[in-house]
């Protein structure tokens, strides 16, 4: 099928009322149907349409109905659907709270894909509405591309307040015009309840939507998904994922603060494989809500590598699953957060990378103390950073360059620069960590670096000491971070950015044939 270059006319506006906000019937295509129906007889979109982990010829397209259905999907590089490059159906049944993805395969690469879902009902075969949404395949050459990362939506009690303008980190994010999104984990916090009001410390009153599955910590799977379920009320989310592919990893609130594998646990106690029943029901509630891929050797497994063209392969790491379960303390100075298995996996693939620039997208940051994290003070390595000093060597030894650290987790912004002439272990090259986030959550103020890897703060941005801890979305410091990088040069540019989408500080970075990275510039 030969491929049409989608017009470059599209607008946001488009985009916004045919995917999110109009809940109108489509007459389009083979979408359509001759038949009449009442309103209550279709099957409706509940909540909205996302896309993930797409590549350079595939995508996954997620949906959710209101009762059991069969979505279809339908795709085109223009706008009109004129001509259907793809097409693909999946039932939404109740063992998934009528959720429903598909793998779509034999995409055009470096593409503007427009896509639309439909469900009908299983029962009667009667359509229902359909929506349309919006990606980008990764590029089969050196294009000039651009993404987003941060984390932690609709932490500490703080929802959706409509009257203070809901999720508007989405809606900045959104208009930066991404070609993807790493979301690096706490999408819920399944830990924390929503109340009705909370008091703002100027006196005045912060009013949640609320809902029933919000109203209590999560421990039933219907809480965990209502938990998801909650996020698609905010117009802005609907409208970010409906046009920006979204990778997605999880951290500790998609289960409860802090969690580790069998350290974690309720009074339904555990599977016959020793996984505690919370965690199961957590994890199931994250795959049924989240457009990734199945990797297929491991059900429920989150590290993978998603290859978006030459110039980037992104490492999603998962740094909760395979953790011991000690925070990270212990007389005999053993510990692991990544495990044998995903640290062997992640040598292996950097290693076997071609990409001009390897991002590595964890869940938690390195050389930030903390208990829960990897980072214990100064000093040479102890417990878990045994893994991350011999992750690091082994980089150096196998001749990988341009590798950068994003995360999120710290609910502040900062950029931090690992120098082996100012660390305890000095074995390693010198790499970048840049931390962004919350989206949508209280801000705390900047963390303490240790010397373990010599971390430099080039940059932080929080709350201070006078607005206190857990400060509300409202004050404006809610931060996300954007990369660019030049299709010409390979030039990477970060630009660490706040919810009004004002640039806080950005650095280019050259990418490097030799054994040390350069920094060229630096913006503040």
């Given at each position: 099928?030969?491929?049409?270059?989608?017009?470059r006319?599209?607008?946001?506006?488009?985009?916004?009322?045919?995917?999110?906000?109009?809940?109108?019937?489509?007459?389009?295509?083979?979408?359509?149907?001759?038949?009449?129906?009442?309103?209550?007889d279709?099957?409706?979109?509940?909540?909205?349409?996302?896309?993930?982990?797409?590549?350079?010829?595939?995508?996954?397209?997620?949906?959710?109905?209101?009762?059991?259905?069969?979505m279809?999907?339908?795709?085109?590089?223009?706008?009109?659907?004129?001509?259907?490059?793809a097409?693909?159906?999946?039932?939404?049944?109740?063992?998934?709270?009528?959720?429903?993805?598909?793998?779509?395969?034999d995409?055009?690469?470096?593409?503007?894909?427009?896509?639309?879902v439909?469900?009908?009902?299983?029962?009667?075969?009667?359509?229902?509405?359909?929506?349309?949404?919006h990606?980008?395949?990764?590029?089969?050459?050196?294009?000039?591309?651009?993404?987003l990362?941060?984390?932690d939506?609709?932490?500490?009690?703080?929802?959706?307040?409509?009257?203070?303008?809901?999720?508007?980190?989405?809606?900045t994010m959104?208009?930066?015009r991404?070609?993807?999104f790493?979301?690096?984990?706490?999408h819920?916090?399944?830990?924390?309840?929503?109340?009705s009001?909370?008091?703002?410390?100027?006196?005045?009153?912060?009013?949640?939507?609320?809902?029933?599955?919000?109203?209590e910590v999560?421990h039933?799977?219907?809480?965990?998904?209502?938990?998801?379920?909650?996020?698609?009320?905010?117009?802005h989310?609907?409208?970010?994922?409906?046009n920006?592919?979204m990778?997605?990893?999880w951290?500790d609130?998609?289960?409860?603060?802090?969690?580790?594998?069998?350290?974690?646990?309720?009074?339904?106690?555990?599977?016959?494989?020793?996984?505690?029943?919370?965690?199961?029901?957590?994890?199931r509630?994250?795959?049924?809500?989240m457009?990734?891929?199945?990797?297929?050797?491991?059900?429920?497994?989150?590290?993978?590598?998603?290859?978006?063209?030459?110039?980037?392969d992104?490492?999603?790491?998962?740094?909760?699953?395979y953790?011991?379960d000690?925070w990270?303390?212990?007389?005999?100075?053993?510990?692991?957060?990544?495990?044998?298995?995903?640290?062997?996996?992640?040598?292996?693939?950097?290693?076997?990378?071609?990409a001009?620039?390897?991002?590595?997208?964890?869940?938690?940051?390195?050389?930030?103390?903390?208990?829960?994290?990897?980072?214990?003070?100064?000093?040479?390595?102890?417990?878990r950073?045994?893994?991350?000093?011999?992750?690091?060597?082994?980089i150096?030894?196998?001749?990988?360059?341009?590798?950068?650290?994003?995360?999120?987790?710290?609910?502040?912004?900062?950029?931090?620069?690992y120098?082996?002439?100012?660390?305890?272990?000095?074995?390693?090259?010198?790499?970048?960590?840049?931390?962004?986030?919350p989206?949508?959550?209280?801000?705390?103020?900047?963390?303490?670096?240790d010397n373990?890897?010599?971390?430099?703060?080039?940059?932080?941005?929080?709350?201070?000491?006078?607005?206190?801890?857990?400060?509300?979305?409202?004050?404006?410091?809610?931060?996300?971070?954007?990369?660019?990088?030049?299709?010409?040069?390979?030039?990477?540019?970060?630009?660490?950015?706040?919810?009004?989408?004002?640039?806080?500080?950005?650095v280019?970075?050259?990418?490097?044939p030799?054994?040390?990275?350069?920094v060229?510039?630096?913006?503040?």
């Open positions: 099928m030969a491929t049409l270059r989608a017009p006319a599209w607008t946001r506006r488009q985009f916004l009322v045919r995917s999110t906000s109009s809940l109108a019937v489509a007459a389009l295509g083979t979408l359509a149907t001759p038949r009449i129906s009442r309103t209550a279709r099957p409706q979109i509940a909540g909205g349409i996302q896309s993930g982990d797409v590549s350079d010829g595939s995508a996954v397209v997620w949906a959710r109905a209101d009762r059991a259905a069969r279809h999907v339908e795709c085109s590089t223009t706008e009109s659907f004129k001509t259907i490059i097409s693909a159906s999946r039932d939404a049944l109740p063992d998934a709270d009528f959720t429903s993805k598909l793998l779509l395969d995409l055009p690469p470096g593409q503007d894909i427009f896509y639309r439909r469900f009908d009902d299983i029962a009667t075969g009667i359509a229902g509405e359909s929506r349309t949404g990606f980008r395949t990764a590029p089969a050459s050196g294009r000039s591309i651009s993404f990362w941060s984390g939506t609709a932490g500490q009690g703080w929802g959706i307040d409509v009257a203070r303008g809901g999720y508007r980190s989405y809606r959104l208009d930066n991404p070609d993807f790493i979301h690096s984990g706490d819920i916090y399944a830990d924390c309840t929503i109340p009001e909370q008091k703002l410390p100027n006196g005045q009153i912060w009013r949640n939507i609320v809902t029933e599955e919000k109203a999560a039933t799977l219907v809480q965990f998904r209502g938990n998801y379920r909650y996020n698609h009320l905010d117009e989310f609907r409208a970010f994922h409906a920006v592919p990778f997605a990893q951290d609130h998609e289960v409860t603060n802090d969690w580790s594998p069998s350290g974690s646990y309720d009074d339904a106690g555990f599977e016959d494989d020793g996984t505690t029943r919370l965690v199961a029901r957590a994890r509630a994250f795959f049924d809500f457009p990734i891929r199945d990797i297929g050797a491991r059900q429920g497994r989150v590290y993978r590598k998603i290859a978006y063209g030459p110039l980037l992104v490492f999603m790491i998962d740094m909760r699953s953790r011991d000690s990270n303390k212990g007389e005999d100075h053993r510990g692991w957060i990544l495990g044998a298995e995903q640290l062997a996996w992640l040598k292996r693939e950097l290693a076997a990378s071609r001009t620039w390897k991002v590595i997208a964890a869940d938690l940051p390195i050389g930030l103390i903390s208990l829960d994290a990897v980072a214990l003070g100064d000093g040479p390595p102890d417990r950073e045994h893994e991350i000093a011999d992750l690091l060597s082994s150096k030894r196998d001749g990988i360059r341009n590798i950068v650290w994003l995360t999120a987790d710290m609910h502040y912004t900062a950029a931090h620069y120098d082996p002439g100012k660390a305890q272990f000095q074995d390693f090259e010198p790499f970048w960590e840049f931390v962004s986030g989206l949508h959550a209280g801000t705390w103020g900047t963390g303490e670096l373990t890897f010599g971390p430099v703060a080039m940059y932080q941005n929080g709350c201070s000491e006078a607005q206190g801890e857990n400060l509300a979305p409202c004050f404006g410091l809610q931060f996300f971070g954007r990369v660019d990088i030049d299709g010409a040069s390979g030039v990477m540019t970060v630009t660490l950015k706040d919810v009004d989408n004002r640039d806080l500080w950005s280019d970075i050259v990418p490097q030799q054994a040390r990275p350069a060229v510039a630096q913006h503040s």
